[in-house]
């Protein structure tokens, strides 16, 4: 709830709480409610937006991305959106036995991943790790360090990507 407004929350469904909006969370259900919260730090000058926005991603088209081999997602918030540093966050999942293509990148841009469902095997450098629920890794922004997700099981595998930095 938040400006006398109220949404369901479920399984998929992402908020976008504007800088300065008092809002509460609450469970009415028997059912426990995983979420996981992001805060961005708001410079001067940012021009939030005035109320909650939800989006459910259920209800998003799923997209792939051009150059990344494999990844099946839907942009949640992005670009257009009243982000002040981030400039996306999108569920991506991973098929069995796929891979994103490895790549590295520069700054001004960052990139986190973190695993929502499943267990992924990232290729960070020349370093393969193990990640479950819960664990994240931001990729180096020195155009040096190539990274992937590759899930080599036979479940599908979910992970948030964040994108940071300066929006282009």
């Given at each position: 709830?938040?400006?006398?407004?109220?949404?369901?929350?479920?399984?998929?469904?992402?908020?976008l709480v504007p800088a300065g909006l008092e809002f509460t969370l609450s469970n009415p259900g028997d059912s426990l409610l995983t979420l996981y919260v992001m805060a961005e730090p708001v410079?001067?000058?940012?021009?939030?937006?005035?109320?909650?926005?939800?989006?459910?991603?259920?209800?998003?088209?799923?997209?792939?991305?051009?150059?990344?081999?494999?990844?099946?997602?839907?942009?949640?918030?992005?670009?257009?959106?009243?982000?002040?540093?981030?400039?996306?966050?999108?569920?991506?999942?991973?098929?069995?036995?796929?891979?994103?293509?490895?790549?590295?990148?520069?700054?001004?841009?960052?990139?986190?991943?973190?695993?929502?469902?499943?267990?992924?095997?990232?290729?960070?450098?020349?370093?393969?790790?193990?990640?479950?629920?819960?664990?994240?890794?931001?990729?180096?922004?020195?155009?040096?360090?190539?990274?992937?997700?590759?899930?080599?099981?036979?479940?599908?595998?979910?992970?948030?990507?964040?994108?940071?930095?300066?929006?282009?």
């Open positions: 709830r938040a400006g006398g407004k109220s949404f369901p929350l479920h399984k998929g469904v992402g908020v410079g001067e000058g940012f021009k939030s937006a005035r109320e909650l926005i939800v989006k459910d991603e259920n209800t998003i088209p799923v997209g792939t991305t051009k150059s990344h081999w494999s990844h099946i997602l839907r942009v949640m918030f992005y670009r257009d959106d009243p982000l002040a540093r981030m400039y996306g966050l999108c569920p991506v999942w991973f098929a069995p036995m796929t891979m994103g293509q490895p790549h590295s990148h520069n700054l001004p841009g960052e990139e986190i991943w973190f695993v929502v469902e499943g267990e992924i095997t990232v290729l960070l450098g020349k370093q393969l790790r193990k990640l479950t629920p819960g664990m994240a890794y931001k990729i180096p922004p020195n155009g040096t360090t190539p990274h992937s997700n590759i899930n080599t099981g036979d479940t599908m595998v979910k992970m948030f990507w964040i994108g940071a930095g300066e929006k282009k």
